[in-house]
């Protein structure tokens, strides 16, 4: 099970974006992790007329490592290491490791 998904809300632990928040787009491979509004880059491109996309300077989100990140805790306000366990019914659900909350039920 994925300890962080996309949706989830994560805050950068180091680099130069480190502190700053974000939800996640999406998890490419399971080690890289792209979030919106955080390690964006300007790519010059060129014009791709089959596609319709037009050339220029374009800005976007580039991957950050899995290790860079870690999901944000509205309760303690800080970021937080994530646990997985098995209720009683046998459904599989991550949980904050600091105060034991069910982060999806």
């Known amino acids: 099970m994925e300890k962080i998904r996309k949706g989830d809300q994560v805050i950068v632990l180091s680099g130069r974006d480190k502190g700053r928040r974000g939800a996640v787009i999406g998890v490419l491979q ?3 992790v792209l ?4 390690n964006r880059v300007k790519r010059h491109t060129k014009a791709n007329p ?3 996309q037009p050339g220029g300077i374009i ?3 580039m ?3 899995l290790c860079k990140v870690a999901l944000w805790n509205p309760a303690s306000k ?3 290491r994530v646990g997985v366990k ?3 019914d046998g459904k599989k659900v991550r949980f904050f490791k600091s105060n034991g909350e069910v982060i999806d039920a």
């Open 78 to 80: 800080k970021a937080d």
């Open 63 to 65: 991957p950050l490592p």
């Open 59 to 61: 800005e976007k989100e």
């Open 86 to 88: 098995r209720l009683a």
């Open 30 to 32: 399971g080690t890289q």
């Open 50 to 52: 089959q596609a319709n």
């Open 35 to 38: 979030v919106e509004n955080v």
